[in-house]
């Protein structure tokens, strides 16, 4: 099979990974078959100082016209003083909202070998952690009507937080469709017991229950999920929430598996096109040093295979040879234990044991 992927790079790190991301592509193309097309483009930082717009006309056609995006990272330090508008961050809302990918999936795997790096005590990790996020993603505060005026007493700015019904369903039925192929337990976070928008939410999700009569729904409040997530994870399985809520509680449950620098994201729309990326950030300060660690753009890339190319077996095969690799004494910096004889590893090498280690089923 042919596919055709729009590949932004981005700023920072980005560049680093996604080419450690694509070598193992081909590999995948080479064991099984396939062949993947990439087109290059811009965005973020990077689309700012060539083009002076953080999401060039070009960027958005092409993806519109392509299988799937596969994304990089966006930001760094040097774009912080401009304009909301133009912040390097705003071409991920653009992509978001220009390719209706409605949904942001978080897996928080902690890997069996990556324990020790969780900030949990052992009694709390157990056998490990294994939760899905899927936060609400074009619509919320990110979205809502925002500004600022001055007034006598100083500069009054205000941000929106809405939802509609149909934009809480299609999240909710997803999640719910989620977890019938987990362990068929949902909980929604809001903060109902505050805003109008949550009460909305927590009706609408309710609603959507009843066509799911096997999965068991809970509710829980913001403040509240924060705290379990830490105290006692094990009792979740798919987390659903708004956007805001969701941005929020998807980096508090990566950090818990061990290192944001392990974690994929997907984001989907209807139909099968999504856009897949890691969940960590730039990193700038790391930059072009062959320190940054590719897992998490890798497994993105498994995400890809699985969701929008259905092409389940080399999503396994990839995911396989990651826990493979885990298994040696290779570790890049932010996964590394002291005391524990592992080597020091950069993101060209970690990149070259993976692809060694694929193989077709």
Not at 7 to 22: H, Y
Not at 44 to 68: F, H, N, Q, Y
Not at 330 to 336: L, Q, V
Request: hydrophobic share 45%.
């Amino acid at each position: 099979m042919d596919y055709a992927i729009a590949v932004i790079p981005g700023d920072g790190i980005g560049p680093d990974i996604i080419d450690e991301t694509l070598q193992v592509l081909d590999r995948i193309g080479e064991l099984y078959g396939h062949s993947f097309k990439y087109t290059e483009l811009l965005a973020g930082g990077a689309a700012l100082d060539a083009e002076g717009v953080p999401l060039p006309a070009r960027t958005l056609a092409v993806c519109k016209e392509s299988d799937a995006v596969l994304l990089g990272a966006v930001g760094g330090p040097q774009w912080d003083n401009l304009a909301g508008s133009r912040r390097p961050e705003q071409a991920l809302l653009g992509l978001r909202s220009g390719l209706g990918l409605f949904a942001n999936l978080r897996p928080a795997i902690l890997f069996e070998e990556l324990k020790d790096a969780c900030p949990l005590r052992s009694d709390i990790i157990g056998e490990g952690l294994d939760i899905y996020v899927v936060r609400e993603l074009t619509g919320g505060i990110y979205f809502g009507d925002r500004g600022s005026e001055e007034l006598a007493s100083g500069t009054r700015a205000w941000d929106t937080m809405a939802y509609s019904v149909p934009e809480v369903e299609r999240i909710a039925r997803l999640s719910f469709s989620i977890a019938m192929k987990r362990s068929k337990k949902v909980t929604s976070v809001d903060k109902a017991n505050i805003l109008e928008s949550s009460r909305l939410w927590r009706a609408t999700v309710e609603k959507v229950a009843r066509d799911f009569p096997e999965v068991e729904l809970n509710h829980m409040y913001v403040d509240n999920a924060a705290m379990q997530l830490v105290r006692n994870p094990h009792q979740f399985d798919v987390i659903v929430t708004s956007n805001m809520f969701g941005d929020i509680l998807s980096d508090e449950a990566s950090m818990i598996t061990g290192s944001i620098g392990m974690l994929p994201s997907a984001s989907l729309g209807e139909g099968s096109f999504g856009m897949y990326e890691p969940v960590h950030g730039s990193a700038p300060d790391i930059a072009g040093q062959d320190k940054a660690n590719p897992i998490a753009a890798i497994l993105s890339a498994a995400m890809m295979l699985r969701y929008t190319f259905e092409l389940s077996a080399e999503a396994d095969a990839v995911e396989a040879a990651v826990a493979a690799v885990l298994k040696g004494p290779s570790r890049t910096g932010d996964i590394i234990r002291e005391g524990k004889g592992e080597k020091l590893t950069g993101t060209r090498e970690m990149g070259k044991l993976i692809r060694d280690a694929l193989v077709s089923a």
